[in-house]
């Protein structure tokens, strides 16, 4: 079993930035992708971004380009998602995810972590 926290959220104006952090525990045999999605209110969620175990390989939504990053630290067993020069647009609830490659399937999810842009 793999369990997944995610902090780092909150409220922050247009233009600004934020760090959202990823702490795994439980199993540590498999060499989980992780990644990240949204769901905005009142929208299906989307993926963000992934990385492979060594962080050699990712893979990023196409609107977050040079504006997000992910990273990771595998002996923190801790993922992270850099979010820069933030949009309204990307208020929505963020969720770390555990899987098995950078395309899914994703067998582990955190509660959640809530980012409010403000215009």
């Known amino acids: 079993q793999v369990l997944l926290v995610e902090s780092g959220g909150g409220l922050v104006q247009a233009g600004g930035s934020l760090r959202l952090s990823c702490a795994r525990a439980?199993?540590?045999?498999?060499?989980?992708?992780m990644g990240w999605f949204r769901q905005p209110p009142g929208k299906e969620r989307e993926f963000v971004a992934a990385?492979?175990?060594?962080?050699?390989?990712?893979r990023v939504l196409d609107s977050v380009k040079g504006r997000f990053t992910i990273s990771r630290d595998n002996v923190k067993n801790t993922a992270y998602l850099q979010m820069n020069s933030l949009k309204p647009e990307d208020t929505a609830t963020y969720y770390c995810?555990?899987?098995?490659?950078?395309?899914?399937?994703?067998?582990?999810w955190g509660q959640g972590t809530q980012v409010t842009v403000s215009s």
């Open positions: 990385i492979n175990w060594s962080s050699s390989n990712q």
């Open positions: 995810a555990a899987g098995s490659s950078l395309h899914g399937p994703w067998d582990y």
């Open positions: 439980g199993r540590t045999d498999r060499s989980y992708v």
